[in-house]
Antibody, heavy 118, light 106 residues
Framework: QVQLQESGPGLVKPSETLSLTCSVSVGSISPYYWTWVRQTPGKGLEWIGY???????KYNPYLESRATISVDTSKMQFSLRLTSVTAADTAVYYC????????????WGQGTTVTVSS | EIVLTQSPGTLSLSPGERATLSCRASQSVSSDFLVWYQQRPGQAPRLLIYSTSIRATGIPDRFSGSGSGTDFTLSISRLEPEDFAVYFCQHYGHSVLFGQGTKVEI
């Protein structure tokens, strides 16, 4: 049973960089997409982007200029960096496994709350 | 850009009743790429249905999905206490888009 676990700071200062890592418990990084999604009370669920095991990425056009997703297959981890954060980036951040064809996210981490505040 | 609009925003029902939730796309989408999730308070979303009508592993058959084009529906035939939650639809295309959610409350 694959499990995902997010880790990273819960508090980030405005204008700084948010960095989160998702650890995959078992199985193989391929052949899935590995995805980041965030959730706020105001905007609901928002897809940030995904990465394939070979490093290919796709991002939400609204976040593409600030988001970078990377993967370390040897550690069974993938990571999110979001630069120049503002209060609007305060959210619960989830990592998830995504099927490549139908696009469903079938395994989710428990989520981690990130607050942007000085 | 495709927009997914879910209705109603809140559905007030009793256990044992049938729930019908709507997800409308702003333009026609392939039914292959329409997905439904359930989210209980304090939990991550849980995959219910993908490709419009295929139940995910372990999902009870009281959950069913249907639709095509711009109109998609999630039905719960007989609400159980654990079904009172928020439900999201999702489309997978050039990007991944979510609806704003429907809350099913007692």
């Amino acid at each position: 049973q694959v499990q995902l676990q997010e880790s990273g700071p819960g508090l980030v200062k405005p204008s700084e960089t948010l960095s989160l890592t998702c650890s995959v418990s078992v199985g193989s990084i391929s052949p899935y997409y590995w995805t980041w999604v965030r959730q706020t009370p105001g905007k609901g669920l928002e897809w940030i982007g995904y990465i394939f095991y070979n490093g290919a990425t796709k991002y939400n056009p609204y976040l593409e200029s600030r988001a970078t997703i990377s993967v370390d297959t040897s550690k069974m981890q993938f990571s999110l960096r979001l630069t120049s954060v503002t209060a609007a980036d305060t959210a619960v951040y989830y990592c998830a496994r995504q099927f490549r064809y139908f696009g469903q996210l079938d395994v989710w981490g428990q989520g981690t709350t990130v607050t942007v505040s000085s | 850009e495709i927009v997914l609009t879910q209705s109603p925003g809140t559905l007030s029902l009793s256990p044992g009743e049938r729930a019908t939730l709507s997800c409308r796309a702003s333009q026609s989408v392939s039914s292959d790429f329409l997905v439904w999730y359930q989210q209980r308070p304090g939990q991550a979303p849980r995959l219910l249905i993908y490709s419009t009508s295929i139940r995910a592993t372990g999902i009870p058959d009281r959950f069913s999905g249907s639709g095509s084009g711009t109109d998609f529906t999630l039905s719960i035939s007989r609400l159980e206490p654990e079904d009172f939650a928020v439900y999201f639809c999702q489309h997978y295309g050039h990007s991944v888009l979510f609806g704003q959610g429907t809350k099913v409350e007692i």
